[in-house]
């Protein structure tokens, strides 16, 4: 009898973090690796989310959360949609789970059947394909390129959609590629949509803040789309409390109360200390955090002029996240230091060796042609990362 599940067999490593894992064992050898691998900015949480969390502990808050969140936290997070998104939820509609990444797991799980086909504009976030094929979903993947900064049509989308899909699921700010849909290009999408009120969309927003264009519209803000939209944030980017795990949704009640169950079975509440101080987070102007967003348009701009200077990368301007993807099909099929270039994940591996920086191949997120880097490192490693670069493919 077979070990281990073929569920589990068939499922992906993320390869975000078996890059990270590479690098640390790279470091443990004692080589100076540079990582920009990992989706996690370098600031500290702000002191004002740290205390509250010191007061919640010296408040005794030690004992089992509720399933769903704190009524205090979801009043919170609430008036953060209102204020933020123009959205109104209700308690009953709102799920805080153990980060982002358990509420897209949560609705994944309450509502993929065997063989429902779930439209991923390409690139994607690492997890999305993954975490659909676990609950027995198919990944359709619709491919975009540089030539329209990463972002779907309307017509891809009515190419992509059949009778067998129940979602599409998206992040804008996008992680990996930091395209950021306009309104307008919201509204192109949601008139597809429109003509489809079987699909529900899942709209992944926790890098809504980290946006240096003309702001972040939510797809649930079209009146047309709001029963049909679970909206996912969380407060790992913004807030910088990656390691805090809070995430959660704001969906359409019946959604929303199957999440719960399902956590229920799962992790039950999340952490009672993080949660208490995510209510100071969420009811804190965004303005507070505003100082780590310019600094990391001012890393953006940085990057770019360096990555523009060397020959093979070629970038789009991202409009938000921390993340650029420039193609880098320049160097394929190309021998780089007595080693053949055959794709993305070759380059990144050979950057890694080579010039001790991590980044990650965009294979891993939909796309063949382009690597992912991180710019939420310091103006010093960013510039010593991309001179080591341009030494080992010069």
Same mark, same amino acid.
């Given at each position: 009898?077979?070990?281990? *599940?073929?569920?589990?067999?068939?499922? %992906?490593?993320?390869?975000?973090?078996?890059?990270?894992?590479?690098?640390?064992?790279?470091? =443990?050898?004692?080589?100076?690796?540079?990582?920009?691998?990992?989706?996690?900015?370098?600031?500290?949480?702000?002191?004002?989310?740290?205390?509250?969390?010191?007061?919640? !502990?010296?408040?005794?808050?030690?004992?089992?959360?509720?399933?769903? =969140?704190?009524?205090?936290?979801?009043?919170? /997070?609430?008036?953060?949609?209102?204020?933020?998104?123009?959205?109104?939820?209700?308690?009953?509609?709102?799920?805080? *789970?153990?980060?982002?990444?358990?509420?897209?797991?949560?609705?994944?799980?309450?509502? /993929?059947?065997?063989?429902?086909?779930?439209?991923l504009? @390409?690139?994607?976030?690492?997890?999305?394909?993954?975490?659909? #094929?676990?609950?027995?979903?198919?990944p359709?993947?619709? #491919?975009?390129?540089?030539?329209?900064?990463?972002?779907?049509?309307?017509?891809?989308?009515?190419?992509?959609?059949?009778?067998?899909?129940?979602?599409?699921?998206? *992040?804008?700010?996008?992680?990996?590629?930091?395209?950021?849909? *306009?309104?307008?290009?919201?509204?192109?999408?949601?008139?597809?949509?429109?003509?489809?009120?079987?699909?529900?969309?899942?709209?992944?927003? !926790?890098?809504?803040?980290?946006?240096?264009?003309?702001g972040?519209?939510?797809?649930?803000?079209?009146?047309?789309?709001?029963?049909?939209?679970?909206?996912?944030?969380?407060?790992?980017?913004?807030?910088?409390?990656?390691?805090?795990?809070?995430?959660? /949704?704001?969906?359409?009640? #019946?959604?929303?109360?199957?999440?719960?169950?399902?956590?229920?079975? %799962?992790?039950?509440?999340?952490? @009672?200390?993080?949660?208490?101080?995510?209510?100071?987070?969420?009811?804190?102007?965004?303005?507070?955090?505003?100082?780590?967003?310019?600094?990391? #348009?001012?890393?953006?701009?940085?990057?770019?002029?360096?990555?523009?200077? /060397?020959?093979?990368?070629? @970038?789009?301007?991202p409009?938000?996240?921390?993340?650029?993807?420039?193609?880098?099909?320049?160097?394929?099929?190309?021998?780089?230091?007595?080693k053949?270039?055959?794709?993305?994940?070759?380059?990144?591996?050979?950057?890694?060796?080579?010039?001790?920086?991590a980044?990650?191949?965009?294979e891993?997120? =939909?796309?063949?042609? @382009?690597?992912?880097?991180?710019?939420a490192?310091?103006?010093?490693?960013?510039?010593?990362?991309?001179?080591? !670069?341009?030494?080992?493919?010069?």
């Amino acid at each position: 009898m077979q070990l281990l *599940s073929d569920r589990i067999l068939n499922m %992906a490593t993320s390869a975000t973090l078996a890059m990270a894992a590479k690098a640390r064992e790279l470091r =443990g050898e004692g080589k100076d690796i540079i990582g920009l691998s990992l989706g996690e900015p370098d600031f500290n949480t702000p002191d004002f989310i740290k205390e509250a969390a010191i007061q919640a !502990i010296n408040d005794n808050y030690n004992s089992y959360s509720p399933v769903d =969140g704190y009524a205090d936290l979801k009043d919170a /997070i609430i008036t953060k949609f209102k204020r933020d998104n123009n959205l109104t939820y209700t308690p009953s509609q709102v799920v805080v *789970s153990t980060g982002a990444k358990q509420s897209l797991f949560n609705v994944a799980g309450v509502m /993929i059947n065997d063989g429902d086909e779930v439209i991923l504009p @390409c690139p994607y976030w690492v997890s999305y394909a993954d975490i659909v #094929k676990l609950f027995g979903g198919v990944p359709v993947e619709v #491919k975009t390129t540089i030539a329209t900064d990463f972002k779907m049509t309307a017509e891809q989308l009515e190419a992509a959609i059949t009778p067998k899909t129940k979602m599409m699921w998206f *992040s804008s700010p996008c992680n990996p590629s930091g395209s950021v849909y *306009s309104k307008d290009e919201l509204k192109a999408l949601v008139d597809v949509l429109a003509k489809y009120p079987d699909i529900y969309v899942v709209s992944d927003e !926790i890098y809504e803040h980290i946006n240096y264009g003309e702001g972040h519209t939510s797809i649930a803000e079209f009146e047309e789309m709001y029963d049909r939209t679970i909206t996912v944030n969380g407060v790992s980017k913004a807030f910088a409390m990656t390691g805090w795990r809070i995430g959660y /949704i704001g969906a359409p009640e #019946k959604i929303a109360r199957a999440c719960n169950k399902l956590q229920g079975q %799962a992790t039950s509440g999340a952490n @009672c200390i993080a949660q208490r101080a995510v209510i100071t987070a969420c009811n804190e102007s965004p303005e507070k955090v505003k100082y780590m967003i310019d600094e990391f #348009k001012q890393r953006r701009d940085l990057i770019l002029d360096l990555l523009n200077d /060397i020959e093979g990368f070629k @970038c789009n301007v991202p409009d938000g996240a921390f993340y650029v993807f420039p193609n880098v099909t320049h160097f394929f099929g190309k021998t780089l230091k007595g080693k053949k270039i055959n794709n993305a994940s070759d380059f990144s591996l050979f950057l890694l060796e080579e010039a001790l920086v991590a980044t990650v191949t965009g294979e891993a997120f =939909g796309n063949p042609d @382009c690597i992912r880097i991180s710019y939420a490192a310091s103006n010093e490693q960013i510039i010593e990362a991309m001179k080591r !670069i341009k030494e080992a493919v010069s």
